[in-house]
């Protein structure tokens, strides 16, 4: 009975082992198989769908083509095809290619509308932007982008409007210098006028250096002692032959997004940094809506699971997206900073493009709260 107890006793330690390790064999299934009560079966091709599943090792699974109407886009052991989709002619969508077996039917818009993507697995037709009467357009509506304008020559952007130049502004650079011309033949006096106002004004510097230096070498004579500093000297000398000179050397190009809020000539055209905006934009838009708004935008889906691989929290694969789209239309110059536009300014054409992505996805109180923040016409 000791005996008999053993032996049993091992049998049971044992067994699992055992059992276990043709277990582990039949698991490991030829590509492109799936294991079915421990059987490895194939799949469906594209276009077939499963009929009977494969009944022994060694046998195949029975698969048949999708019926009409219907299709299979990838390798499965479904027993269904699923429907083909039907463009909707209401919404302005036509086809572009016929439901076919192994793949669903591709709709477009019709012409005079372009696809907006929603979310990643929707999208609809909206109808192409037509350019006022005080834009031009800078590139035609296609199936794939909406229309885009901007303001003509001597118009700039007010509250998404193109108004007159009336003063020196970022798109009116022109009037920092000199009054508009209405016509030719004022274009011509104005031309003349500027020549000699200038011509004047070199002599009248000329003679003020000239006097100064007689006043200077003057003085220097009259106190060889203890000769007074040519700066102090100078300075005196200036502040009393000309007490209010003012010289108007013109518009700086751009000013830095920390003066926005100080009173700034109206010549002073603002730039937005690419760093600070993006991080304000993405405490306004909900985490849900972000990817959409960047496939908007044109950043590709490489880029956008990039971002996700490689940044791990979402706010900063977020910006990483936002951050490739603003260098989408960088143009570096000079020894500047890194993208989104020169120095990480961003460019007033992209902010134009993200506020009308903003409306177009219901996030019109984002767009007004970014223009109102960044002073943005």
């Not at 007074?228 to 000398?237: G, N």
């Not at 694969?317 to 020894?335: C, F, I, R």
Request: aromatic share 4%; proline share 6%; with cysteine.
């Amino acid at each position: 009975m000791a005996t008999l107890g053993v032996l049993l006793l091992l049998a049971c330690v044992f067994t699992p082992t055992s059992t276990q390790i043709p277990t582990s064999r039949e698991r490991e299934c030829p590509l492109g198989d799936y294991l079915e009560n421990g059987i490895c079966c194939n799949k469906c091709p594209p276009g077939f769908k499963l009929v009977e599943k494969c009944l022994g090792e060694g046998k195949r699974s029975n698969c048949t083509p999708c019926p009409p109407d219907q299709y299979s886009d990838h390798m499965n052991f479904y027993p269904k095809c699923m429907p083909c989709k039907s463009c909707n002619k209401k919404k302005h969508e036509v086809e572009d290619s016929k439901c076919e077996a192994d793949r669903n039917t591709r709709c477009r818009c019709e012409d005079g509308f372009y696809i907006f993507a929603i979310d990643s697995e929707t999208t609809e037709c909206l109808k192409c932007t037509l350019c006022g009467s005080d834009e031009r357009e800078v590139q035609k509506c296609t199936a794939k982008r909406n229309t885009v304008c901007e303001c003509k020559e001597n118009f700039h952007r007010v509250k998404r409007k193109c108004e007159p130049c009336k003063s020196c502004a970022a798109d009116c650079k022109h009037l920092c210098k000199s009054l508009p011309s209405h016509n030719s033949g004022d274009s011509e006096e104005s031309g003349n006028g500027n020549i000699v106002q200038i011509l004047i004004g070199v002599v009248v510097v000329v003679m003020m250096l000239l006097i100064l230096l007689i006043i200077y070498m003057a003085t220097k004579r009259l106190t060889k002692k203890l000769p007074p500093p040519i700066s102090e000297t100078s300075a005196e000398l200036s502040e009393v032959l000309f007490p209010k000179v003012i010289a108007v050397i013109g518009c700086p190009e751009s000013t830095m997004l920390g003066k926005a809020n100080s009173k700034l000539p109206d010549c002073v055209p603002l730039e937005i940094k690419t760093h600070d905006f993006i991080y304000t934009l993405l405490d306004l838009v909900p985490v849900t809506q972000v990817k959409q708004l960047v496939r908007s935008l044109g950043v590709t889906e490489t880029v956008i699971e990039r971002a996700e691989l490689d940044y791990r929290p979402s706010k900063e694969a977020h910006y990483q997206m936002l951050k490739a789209w603003a260098e989408m239309g960088s143009q570096p110059s000079g020894g500047g900073g890194g993208g989104g536009g020169r120095g990480g300014m961003l460019h007033s054409a992209l902010l134009q493009e993200l506020l009308l992505k903003l409306r177009h996805m219901h996030l019109g109180g984002v767009a007004e709260e970014l223009e109102t923040k960044y002073t943005i016409h």
